[in-house]
């Protein structure tokens, strides 16, 4: 039989999902469709991100939500918004409700968020599987300790979902196969996709599914989370 080249690279980029992780980016209430500076489409994506979330709790695998903290002033913010923060906006300020994750994104026990804590560059355990990260930039591996969690954790495999495909998410996954991680993507868990992003991720070996498929497929994977 004649390879057409896709078994080989199959089996470089294909999901591990026994060894996965999700991975959610900025989805917090300010970032929610309806506020002030909000995205459009994110509270859309709602309901597909607390299935996938539940989907990898029952799993038993890590969710990582990766959150910004943007300080008074902006100053550690990215360029494009400090001056919108330095007319003194406040957006996911830290220790505020609006920096907070979408309701029903978290465990009904979850602690609030730590800003201390996060903003030292440290993960912060938020319930058996579930760990907050904070970036101060676009991608979640820059300048993070979002790498060194998830080798802990063993995972090999990272499910992207969340807020803002063409900013966030996509720089996201760009670090992520840059660092020889398996990457997915939750396209029905994202907020502003469009065909073009989706082909050219397929193009550097982004898997696409949605929040259906990826419930079959966690179905069954019992691995311990770390």
């Not at 500076?37 to 038993?60: C, M, N, Q």
């Not at 990215?78 to 906006?89: H, I």
Request: proline residues 8%; hydrophobic residues 40%; contains cysteine.
């Amino acid at each position: 039989m004649t390879s057409t080249g896709a078994e080989p690279q199959e089996s470089y980029t294909a999901p591990h999902f026994a060894t996965s992780a999700l991975i959610t980016i900025d989805v917090q209430r300010d970032f929610l469709s309806e506020a002030p500076y909000g995205v459009p489409g994110t509270t859309e994506i709602l309901p597909a991100l607390r299935r996938t979330v539940s989907a990898f709790r029952a799993a038993g695998r890590p969710v990582v939500h990766v959150v910004r903290l943007y300080e008074e002033g902006g100053g550690n913010a990215d360029l494009v918004r400090r001056g919108l923060l330095e007319s003194g906006v406040r957006i996911a300020a830290p220790g505020t409700p609006g920096s907070e994750p979408a309701d029903g994104l978290l465990p009904e026990d979850a602690p609030a968020l730590d800003p201390a804590l996060l903003l030292s560059g440290r993960p912060q355990r938020l319930g058996p599987y579930d760990h907050a990260v904070f970036k101060p930039r676009w991608g979640a591996f820059y300048r993070t300790c979002l790498e060194e969690l998830l080798r802990e954790l063993g995972v090999d495999t990272l499910v992207f979902a969340g807020c803002n495909l063409p900013n966030c998410p996509r720089a996201s996954i760009v670090q992520a196969s840059e660092r020889d991680f398996r990457v997915a993507l939750v396209r029905d868990a994202v907020s502003r996709v469009t065909d073009s992003a989706l082909t050219e991720l397929a193009g550097i070996g982004v898997r696409m599914l949605d929040t259906a498929a990826l419930e079959g497929l966690l179905a069954g994977h019992t691995a311990d989370a770390g």
